[in-house]
């Protein structure tokens, strides 16, 4: 069984960053795909960030140049760094991981609120 643990959100003011981590359990599994979603009140779940394995990241257009996705194969982590964050970022973050011959896991989702 996966599981994924995700850490990081919180409250930042516009123009802050944040750093999001998502530690999937699991050595013996092969983790190809690794990436980020979000969910905003009343909107629909979209794709962030992904990353496969190895491979070139991946970003969404309203994210591109302010975010940066990164994995540690070692520790089986995604990472998530957001930086000049914004008012419309504020969205539940969900990591999600495509297992080899298994399928696709998330996790439990992470708040990040960004005042203006």
């Known amino acids: 069984q996966v599981q994924l643990v995700e850490s990081g959100g919180g409250l930042v003011q516009a123009g802050g960053s944040l750093r999001l981590s998502c530690a999937a359990s699991?050595?013996?599994?092969?983790?190809?795909?690794m990436g980020w979603y979000r969910q905003a009140p009343g909107k629909q779940r979209e794709l962030v960030a992904l990353i496969g394995n190895p491979g070139i990241p991946d970003y969404a257009d309203s994210v591109k140049g302010r975010f940066t996705i990164s994995r540690d194969n070692g520790k089986n982590t995604v990472y998530l760094q957001m930086n000049s964050l914004k008012p419309e970022d504020t969205a539940v973050y969900y990591c999600n991981v495509l297992v080899e011959g298994i399928g696709t896991y998330w996790g439990q989702g992470t708040q990040v609120t960004v005042s203006s």
């Open positions: 699991g050595s013996r599994f092969i983790f190809n795909l």
